[in-house]
Each structure stands twice: as structure tokens, then as C-alpha cells.
């Protein structure tokens, strides 16, 4: 069995980064950028008021306040800014240009107006209330960097530097075929001995959150010409086939075999971890081949660990693995040293709850969960109280 990380790393270093296409701003979230995003202007592009108040010359405040001053002028946001008269002060509002002439905003909750005057009590430091040109980016700043995902907030920036499309990478395609003679679309009439096909819509869920495009092909049944047939429609056009099941040793484990007679080379097909030892991983041609255990867990934790990494190293993503965490164990944890355990758990704070059924078949229980504990496969487990290692299963 091939040790954890070692799997892990061959998967994620076997990608080789996809096409790049572009796309409307407000449709980048989720997508991975394919070239740096520069500031072609300052961001922002002029200077303006933090405040709604009074525009002034702060060199105009001399001697002992307060100062009366008359009020001349007015500034607001989206119109072209009139220029300070010397002497006075300038009605001013959040948003606005800065007029020619003044430095500093005097924010109207410390201003007594009269009429046409101002009264001031105390004179304003020199750039107060202003957001000056470019202090957030100055022109020519590479904004945002190649490889990152952009999230709701990278969006808001990009459209800040007033471009309409940005350039990302293609989505990874993906077929999702499921295998086993008991499986049957959730929903459908219940035959003695059939399940509902939970693997293909989560796989296809987790598919769509990495930034790929899912396509849950028909299932097939448990013989080996069936299989070949299924895989060979199953790998036409696609960036990465998933199969689930049959990829053990069993009577009935046809996928191995039949991925070999159709000419698929597979680099491991065991890995040290628990849940999920029987995992499959090979490619033919430039189709990646992820070839998954059945039971529920074990094919939705091997997808997150594996598949999503390799998704997004597909893309480009700079951050491919996602980011692991500490927190303390509140029960304590024993295993059988050999495989890396990784364990459903409620993570609340920097404390971890065990879930109480880790049984490869409760679908319960991964979805009840939150994070992933992960333990050494040389441990023994984890004491009460121990600091151990934790996956939030919303960095997937």
C-alpha cells in the first residue's frame, strides 16, 4: 500500500494545467485565474472624501480657534469637483473628488453650520478624511496573482479595476460512473436488495465545488463486458474519469481488470489510509483515471482527499491541497497503526467531537460532520485533550 502523502503528491504532480478561456467578471467565482490581474490605473483613481463634511485648506486654520469660514462650493460624488476658493470651505460628501486647493475633510458632526458659514473648533490635520490616488493600488500593481481561486471578494476587486472579463482556466470535465448491480437512482422503485445511488450526486456536488464539470453516466452492473463497454463511452472527451466500486479483489470487482484490457495504465490501486485502502489511480492518454471504493464514506473522503487536489491542480490552482488545521481531541482515539485514519468530527472552536459511527456506510455521519481528525498511520491513536491534526471539510 502506497502511503498517504506519497499518493497524494503523484496525483497532484501528474497534472498538467488545462486550457484558459475568458469570462465575464461577474461570472469568475469559483474560477481559477490563468494570467496576473494588474491595475492598469490607480485604484483609487482620484482622490476623495471618507466623509460627508467640509472641504478645506488646513493651512487656512492658523492661530487660536475656532474659525468661521464661508461655505462655498459643493462636491458630490459622481460630478466633476469646483475648485477651492481660497479662504473658504466647500460642502463635501462621502464618494466626492477632492477640490484644487484643499487637503483635508472636516467631517460635518464637527462643524456648526450658520447659513452660508462653518464654524470649526479645532483645525483638522492635513489629509484628514481623505482616501488619496492609488493607496490602495497604484497603477501597474499586480492585483490579484495566476493561480488564485476567486472568491466573491476577488470579483469585487477585479471589477474595481474596471475590466469587464478576466482570463481563467477551463473547467476540468469529468465522468462519474458508477458501479454495482444494486444501485438505483434515488427515488425509483425499491427492488428487494437495491440501494439509492448516493456516490454519483455527491461526487457530481463535490465535482462542481472544485470547479469542475460533472457528468454522471448511466450506471452499469457487475460483469466485466458491461464494464469495459461502460468505461470506454465513459472516457470519450473528458479531463478526469471517476469510477466508484469495483476496484477491490472481490468476485465482482471488474473495473481494475476491465481499465487494463482497454489499455489504461494504473500507477497504485491501494493506498494506506482508513477509510478507503482500494483506490485506483492511472491514466490513458490525457484522460486521469480516480478509480474509488463503493461505500458511501470511503468514496466521498478518497474524492476530497484526491480528486479535489487533482482538480485543482488542473486548473492552475496555486493552492491545490487544502490547508489543515489543530485543534484538541475531546475523546480519546485508538487505531491500528499501518493507515493514516481520517475521522469524521464536529469542530466547534479549537475542539474536535469524534462522530460516533465511523462506519464506511453511514452517509449520516459524514454529513453531520464538519471536519476530518487525521492520525499518523504509525499512532496509536490520541488522548483526551491531545492536539491533533484537523481538515475542515469547508476548505474542500
Known amino acids: 500500500m502506497l502511503p498517504f502523502d506519497d499518493a497524494l503528491q503523484r496525483i497532484v504532480t501528474s497534472a498538467s494545467l488545462l486550457g484558459s478561456e475568458r469570462v465575464p467578471v461577474a461570472h469568475s467565482a469559483g474560477r481559477v485565474l490563468a494570467t496576473d490581474l494588474r491595475a492598469h490605473s490607480p485604484i483609487p483613481a482620484f482622490d476623495y472624501s471618507a466623509m460627508d463634511g467640509y472641504a478645506v485648506d488646513s493651512a487656512a486654520f492658523h492661530g487660536a480657534g475656532g474659525w468661521d469660514l464661508p461655505v462655498i462650493g459643493e462636491s458630490c460624488a459622481g460630478r466633476p469637483a469646483p475648485a477651492l476658493t481660497p479662504g473658504s470651505a466647500c460642502r463635501i460628501f462621502t464618494g466626492a473628488a477632492i477640490p484644487a486647493g484643499a487637503n483635508a475633510v472636516v467631517m460635518q458632526e464637527d462643524v456648526t453650520r450658520s447659513a452660508d458659514r462653518a464654524q470649526f473648533s479645532a483645525a483638522p490635520q492635513l489629509g484628514a478624511n481623505i482616501r488619496k490616488c492609488g493607496e490602495d493600488l497604484p497603477a501597474g500593481a499586480i492585483a490579484l496573482l495566476r493561480g488564485t481561486r476567486c472568491s466573491a471578494f476577488h470579483v469585487g476587486l477585479a471589477a474595481a479595476l474596471d475590466v469587464s472579463e478576466v482570463v481563467v482556466a477551463r473547467r476540468p470535465r469529468v465522468a462519474i460512473l458508477c458501479t454495482g448491480e444494486e444501485l438505483r437512482a434515488p427515488g425509483s422503485f425499491a427492488a428487494p436488495g437495491t440501494?439509492?445511488?448516493?456516490?454519483?450526486?455527491?461526487?457530481?456536488?463535490?465535482?462542481?465545488?472544485?470547479?469542475?464539470?460533472?457528468?454522471?453516466?448511466?450506471?452499469?452492473?457487475?460483469?466485466?463486458?458491461?464494464?469495459?463497454?461502460?468505461?470506454?463511452a465513459a472516457l470519450s472527451g473528458v479531463d478526469l474519469l471517476l469510477t466508484v466500486g469495483g476496484v477491490s479483489v472481490g468476485d465482482h470487482d471488474w473495473v481494475r481488470v476491465a481499465l487494463e484490457r482497454i489499455g489504461a495504465s494504473l500507477e497504485f490501486w491501494k493506498v494506506a489510509i482508513k477509510p478507503g485502502k482500494p483506490l485506483a489511480f492511472g491514466r490513458l492518454g490525457s484522460t486521469h483515471i480516480l478509480g474509488l471504493p463503493g461505500n458511501p464514506v470511503s468514496a466521498q473522503i478518497t474524492f476530497a482527499l484526491f480528486g479535489i487536489p487533482l482538480l485543482r491542480a488542473l486548473q492552475g490552482d496555486s493552492r491545490p491541497v487544502p490547508t489543515r488545521g489543530r485543534a484538541r481531541l475531546q475523546h480519546a482515539l485508538t487505531q491500528k497503526p499501518g493507515r493514516t485514519g481520517f475521522y469524521r468530527a464536529t469542530l466547534e472552536g479549537d475542539s474536535a467531537t469524534l462522530s460516533s459511527n465511523q462506519a464506511s456506510g453511514s452517509p449520516a455521519s459524514l454529513a453531520l460532520a464538519n471536519a476530518l481528525v487525521i492520525i499518523p498511520a504509525e499512532s496509536v491513536g490520541a488522548a483526551a485533550g491531545e492536539s491533533v491534526e484537523v481538515l475542515r471539510l469547508a476548505e474542500l
Do not use: Y
Open 195 to 232: 440501494i439509492p445511488d448516493s456516490n454519483g450526486p455527491s461526487l457530481a456536488a463535490l465535482v462542481t465545488s472544485a470547479g469542475g464539470v460533472a457528468e454522471l453516466m448511466p450506471r452499469v452492473g457487475d460483469t466485466l463486458p458491461e464494464t469495459e463497454q461502460a468505461l470506454r
